[in-house]
């Protein structure tokens, strides 16, 4: 089974619409991450928790929001979903070491807003 | 600003051959360099990693050598084979930057019969 799993693999909405994308791990890792994908541009940080009781911004953080409901579960929302928000979502868990952390990715989930 | 740079996008290689893929950066603070590997409709999975404490990290057939003064960091694959066909992306982080990683935008490579 996979450590770090991603639902739904595919979405397809509307300009408007709220969705929730969500992540959940086995990993046992405290710190969890959401980046987006475009091409030609790489992975771009969304927001990153700590811990459960800690959310921050990362890069990108304006249209979305997340939510830490357990150490294990990580989700991302788009309130309000517009077509420049089509790409594709990775989460990530890591686990802090004192030093340098790997983060370990999720098979993503590929959104269209149309 | 692009700080993590992969400016090949695309690399094609023969079988057997050596794969060299290229990354620089720019921000001077950062201190630990990743290598992400990623087939379609996968995520990223991790490669190999170099602290800027060390010149050379190697595992297996991948190699990674890191020059601080010219903010270069380089993934040697070694022979290449064709399930090494994929997008390889470089991600830097930094001492106090709380783990995040910058990723560049990620090099194609494609290894050939």
């Known amino acids: 089974d996979a450590d770090v799993t991603q639902t739904p693999r595919n979405r397809i909405t509307k300009t408007g619409k709220r969705i929730m994308l969500e992540c959940s791990q086995t990993?046992?890792?405290?710190?969890m991450y959401w980046y987006r994908q475009d091409p030609g541009l790489g992975l771009r940080l969304i927001y990153y928790?700590?811990?459960?009781?800690?959310?921050n911004k990362g890069e990108i953080s304006d249209g979305y929001s997340v939510s830490r409901q357990a150490q294990a579960k990580f989700s991302l929302s788009l309130e309000s979903a517009i077509p420049n928000q089509t790409a594709l979502y990775f989460c990530?868990?890591?686990?802090?070491?004192?030093?340098?952390?790997?983060?370990?990715f999720g098979p993503g989930t590929r959104l269209l807003v149309l | 600003d692009q700080q993590v740079k992969q400016n090949s996008p695309s690399l094609s290689v023969q079988e057997g051959r050596i794969s060299i893929l290229n990354c620089d950066y720019t921000?001077?603070?950062?201190?630990?360099f990743l290598w992400y590997k990623k087939y379609p409709a996968e995520g990223p999975t991790f490669l190999i990693s170099?602290?800027?404490?060390?010149d050379k990290n190697e595992d297996g057939r991948f190699t990674v050598f890191l020059n601080k003064s010219a903010k270069h960091l380089s993934l040697h694959i070694v022979p290449s084979q064709p399930g090494d066909s994929a997008v390889y992306f470089c991600?830097?982080?930094?001492?106090?930057?709380?783990?995040?990683?910058?990723f560049g935008t990620g090099t194609q490579l494609k290894v050939e019969l």
């Open positions: 990530a868990t890591s686990e802090p070491t004192g030093g340098q952390e790997t983060q370990y």
């Open positions: 990993k046992g890792h405290d710190r």
């Open positions: 928790s700590f811990d459960v009781k800690d959310i």
């Open positions: 921000n001077s603070m950062f201190d630990y």
């Open positions: 170099i602290s800027s404490i060390k």
């Open positions: 991600a830097a982080s930094r001492v106090g930057g709380g783990n995040k990683l910058t």
